[in-house]
Each structure stands twice: as structure tokens, then as C-alpha cells.
């Protein structure tokens, strides 16, 4: 399951990444507005089962959790807007379709298994990770990029911590 989770994030990174070659701050926008979708889903997922009677024990810690990602996320998401990612409509359009897809299908997928959906999503934040390094490599001084970069780092340390806890 691992290895599947990964052909699909690195196949969907490289039409993106062939796409916006070039375009910096309009993948970046396009990848932090899909990037936020999953920790929405986890949300829903975690409320619904909640209000089911089903809490679990890493319930509270789980919701905190994600709820301090959607917020994170949408920094980074306004930073790169601030940047002009989301100035043209193609883009606007293309990431508001991917998010409505990327949404509800990580809302099956952690009902389903929670382990392999944060698995998925540990591809997807390590792939932001090298994304901004590699952009960093051609624009050393941009600090704001390089503190975004270490949060999603910070996001992929979580995730594998949340897997922990489900076998
Ligand atoms: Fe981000
Ligand atoms: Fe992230």
C-alpha cells in the first residue's frame, strides 16, 4: 500500500511539476491549496466518528493536531497569493477542482485506514519539502520560503507520529 500511495503522489507531482515549470509561486500556490485539503478531511473524518460515539484515544490529540495544520497551511496558502500564485484563472480553476477531488477522496480513505491515508499525505509533505529546497537552491536568501520548508517538514515529523497510532 506504501508503495502505491507513492507512485500516486510522484506521478501527480510530475504533471505538476511539468506544468508549472517555470511558474514558481503558482505551483506553490496550487500545491498549498491541495496540501490543506487531507487535514480538512481528517477533521471531518475524526467530528463525524466523534459525534458516532466512536472517539478514540488520540481523539483530542488528533484534532488539535490537525486543526493547527488547516491553519498553517492557510499561511502558507495567503503567503504565496501575497506572491501573486493565484493571480491567473487556469490556476484558480485547476486547483479548485483538484481540492474537491483530493478532499473527498481522502475522507474515504482515512475512514478506511487512517495508518495508509497519513502515509499518503507524509508523500505529499515530503514532496512540498523538496520542492521549496530545490527553489531554495536558486534563491538562497528567500527566508520566507525556507521557514515554510521547515514546517512542512514539521507536518511529515506529525504525520509519521500520527501513523503510530494506528496498526
Ligand atoms: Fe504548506
Ligand atoms: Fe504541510
Known amino acids: 500500500m506504501e508503495r502505491i500511495n507513492q507512485v500516486i503522489v510522484n506521478t ?3 504533471i505538476i511539476d511539468t ?5 514558481d509561486f503558482q505551483r506553490f500556490w496550487v500545491l498549498e491549496e491541495i496540501a490543506r485539503a487531507p487535514y480538512f478531511a481528517f477533521l471531518s473524518v475524526l467530528h463525524l466518528q466523534e459525534s458516532m460515539g466512536l472517539r478514540g484515544e488520540q481523539h483530542t490529540y488528533l ?11 492557510t499561511e502558507h496558502l ?17 486547483a479548485k477542482h483538484l481540492v474537491l477531488l483530493y ?24 514532496h512540498a519539502s523538496e520542492t521549496y529546497a530545490e527553489y531554495l537552491t536558486r534563491f538562497p536568501k528567500d527566508e520566507d520560503i525556507c521557514r515554510i520548508m521547515n514546517d512542512e517538514v514539521q507536518h511529515y515529523q506529525e504525520l509519521y507520529s500520527a501513523m503510530g497510532y494506528f496498526k
Open 78 to 94: 495567503e503567503y504565496m497569493e501575497s506572491r501573486g500564485g493565484n493571480q491567473y484563472w487556469v490556476d484558480r480553476v485547476l
Open 103 to 126: 478532499y473527498w477522496i481522502m475522507v474515504v480513505y482515512y475512514m478506511v485506514s487512517p495508518r495508509y491515508a497519513y502515509h499518503l499525505n507524509m508523500e505529499v509533505e515530503l
Open 12 to 14: 501527480t507531482v510530475s
Open 63 to 73: 484534532m488539535k493536531e490537525h486543526f493547527e495544520q488547516t491553519l498553517n497551511e
Open 19 to 23: 506544468f508549472y515549470e517555470g511558474r
